[in-house]
C-alpha cells in the first residue's frame, strides 16, 4: 500500500477522518489526509484530551487523546500520507477526479475527496478588534516562536489560562514590561504557576490588568503603540505597548468550504445519507460536517458514515471492478 | 409552552416557544436563530455567549466555575452575559429576554 499513489484526500484529521484512512484501506484505497492544525486529532485532541468520552462503542470510557491514538494505530497499516498545519484553500475539477490548493506543500490530485472537517478548521480566536488583520503577523501574535523577538518590549498579554500564564511568565525576563490583562481576578493554570505569577506582580514585574476586557487598538495600522481596554463599567485604560498576545484558545473557521461549490445548509453540507455524496460528485462528507433527516452529531455516526462513503467511493477508485466484500474477520488487516 | 424573547444587535425580535428542559441555545439552533455552537453544549467553547435582559439575569440560576472557565474565552463580556447552552427552559423562565452577543 505504500507504494500506491494516493487516491483519496481526506479533509480533516479528527477521529472521523482518521477512521475513513480505514474503512478506505479494507477496500484496497489510500488516502492522503491534510488538517489545519499542526497536529492530527481534531477537536479530541485540541479542545478535550484529558476529558473522557463514554459513547464510543467498545470503548466504555476513553479519553479524547487515547481515541486518537487508537484511530492512528488503526490507520496505520493502510500508510495514509499526513499534510498536516496547512488548509484546503481551492478544489478544481479535473478529468476522474479533483485537484487540491493547499496553503503550503505541493497541489493534490485525487480520484474523489472525502470532506470530514467537523465544525471547521482551527485557528486562533482572533479578537473582534478593529484594525486587528493589519497587526497580526506584526505586534500581534497568537503564539511565540521566537522569544528573543520580544526583548527589550512593552508587551500586553490577554487571557486567563495556562497559555498566557505560561507566556507571561516565560517572556517576564526578556521584555521591558508585560500588562497581564483579564477579565476576571480568577486565572485557570497550575498552582505553581499562579505563585510565580504573584510573586512577579509584588516586584513589579507583571502589571495585573484586572478586571478588564480588550477594546480598541492603537497604532499606524501594522505597528501598535497603544492597547485600550475596558472594564464592566466602561471604565478605560490605555496601555503604550509594542505588542498584544491574546490567548483566548480556538476557534473554528468552515472559511474556504463555503467558495467550493458546494450546496451548504447553516454551516453544514446536506449529503446523500446512503453515500454520504455532497452536491458535486465526487467529493464526500462525513462526520459534524453533514447534514440529512435524522443525523445526529456523534463520532459513532461519523464512523458509520466514513465506512459509507469508502463504499461509495469504491467504483470511483477501482473502476469497473466489483466490490468483492469481505469482513475484516475473514480479510485481516496488513500489517504495518 | 413558555417563550423566550431572542433580540440581535440589529434590532431584530423573535418571540419563540421553548420547552422546558431544553437550554436556551437548543431553542435558538431549532428555530433558526443565528447563534454559534461549536461545542454543541458541551462547555468547551464560548460561542453561544448571549447577554441577558438585566430584569431577568438575577432569575437565572447562577453560573457554574465551569461555565466561568469558558466565559474567560469571549469577547465582549457584560455584567449579564451567560452561555446559552447553560441556560434551562422552566416555566419560571417564561418570558425571557436575551440577546445574542456579536450578531
Not at chain 1, 501574535?141 to 497559555?163: C, L, N, P, Q, W
Not at chain 2, 474567560?72 to 463580556?77: E, S, V
Request: aromatic residues 6%; contains cysteine.
Amino acid at each position: 500500500m505504500e507504494e500506491t499513489v494516493p487516491q483519496v484526500a481526506v479533509i480533516g484529521a479528527g477521529p472521523v477522518g482518521l477512521f475513513s484512512v480505514f474503512e478506505l484501506g479494507m477496500l484496497r484505497m489510500r488516502a492522503t489526509v491534510i488538517d489545519a492544525l499542526p497536529e492530527i486529532g481534531g477537536q479530541c485532541a485540541a479542545l478535550y484530551p484529558e476529558k473522557p468520552i463514554y459513547d464510543i462503542p467498545g470503548l466504555p470510557e476513553v479519553a479524547g487523546a487515547e481515541l486518537i491514538e487508537r484511530l492512528k494505530a488503526q490507520a496505520a497499516p493502510f500508510h495514509p500520507i499526513y499534510r498536516l498545519g496547512q488548509k484546503v484553500e481551492r478544489l478544481t475539477k479535473i478529468e476522474n477526479g479533483w485537484r487540491l490548493k493547499t496553503s503550503a506543500g505541493p497541489e493534490i490530485e485525487a480520484k474523489a475527496v472525502i470532506i470530514a472537517a467537523g465544525a471547521g478548521a482551527f485557528g486562533p480566536h482572533r479578537p473582534p478588534l478593529e484594525g486587528i488583520l493589519g497587526y497580526e503577523g506584526v505586534s500581534v501574535h497568537y503564539m511565540v516562536t521566537r522569544k528573543e523577538s520580544f526583548r527589550g518590549k512593552r508587551i500586553v498579554i490577554a487571557g486567563g489560562g495556562d497559555s498566557a500564564v505560561d507566556w507571561a511568565l516565560a517572556l517576564t525576563e526578556i521584555t521591558d514590561h508585560i500588562y497581564f490583562v483579564h477579565r476576571r481576578d480568577k486565572f485557570r493554570a497550575a498552582p505553581a504557576s499562579l505563585a510565580k505569577l504573584q510573586e512577579l506582580s509584588n516586584v513589579g514585574k507583571i502589571e495585573f490588568v484586572v478586571p478588564y476586557q480588550l477594546s480598541a487598538l492603537e497604532g499606524d495600522g501594522r505597528q501598535l503603540t497603544a492597547i485600550i481596554v475596558s472594564d464592566l463599567d466602561g471604565k478605560t485604560r490605555r496601555l503604550e505597548a509594542d505588542s498584544l498576545l491574546p490567548f483566548f484558545g480556538l476557534a473554528t473557521d468552515l472559511g474556504a468550504i463555503a467558495s467550493w461549490g458546494l450546496e451548504l445548509q447553516h454551516g453544514h453540507l446536506p449529503v446523500d445519507p446512503a453515500t454520504c455524496k455532497t452536491s458535486l460528485d465526487g467529493i464526500f462528507a462525513i462526520g459534524d460536517v453533514v447534514t440529512y433527516p435524522g443525523k445526529i452529531k456523534l463520532i459513532l455516526c461519523g464512523f458509520a458514515e466514513a465506512a459509507m462513503a469508502a463504499h461509495a467511493i469504491f467504483p470511483l477508485v477501482h473502476k469497473g471492478e466489483a466490490l468483492h466484500f469481505e469482513y475484516s474477520t475473514t480479510k485481516g488487516v496488513p500489517s504495518t | 409552552m413558555p417563550k423566550i424573547i431572542f433580540l440581535t444587535s440589529q434590532g431584530e425580535r423573535r418571540e419563540i416557544e421553548a420547552p422546558i428542559g431544553l437550554s436556551v441555545m437548543e431553542v435558538a439552533k431549532h428555530n433558526g436563530i443565528d447563534i454559534e455552537a461549536a461545542c454543541e453544549g458541551s462547555l468547551a467553547c464560548a460561542t453561544c455567549h448571549v447577554i441577558v435582559d438585566p430584569s431577568w439575569y438575577d432569575k437565572l440560576p447562577r453560573r457554574a466555575e465551569e461555565e466561568e472557565d469558558m466565559l474567560d474565552l469571549a469577547f465582549g463580556l457584560t455584567k449579564t452575559s451567560r452561555l446559552s447552552c447553560q441556560i434551562l427552559v422552566s416555566e419560571e423562565l417564561d418570558g425571557l429576554i436575551v440577546t445574542v452577543a456579536g450578531s
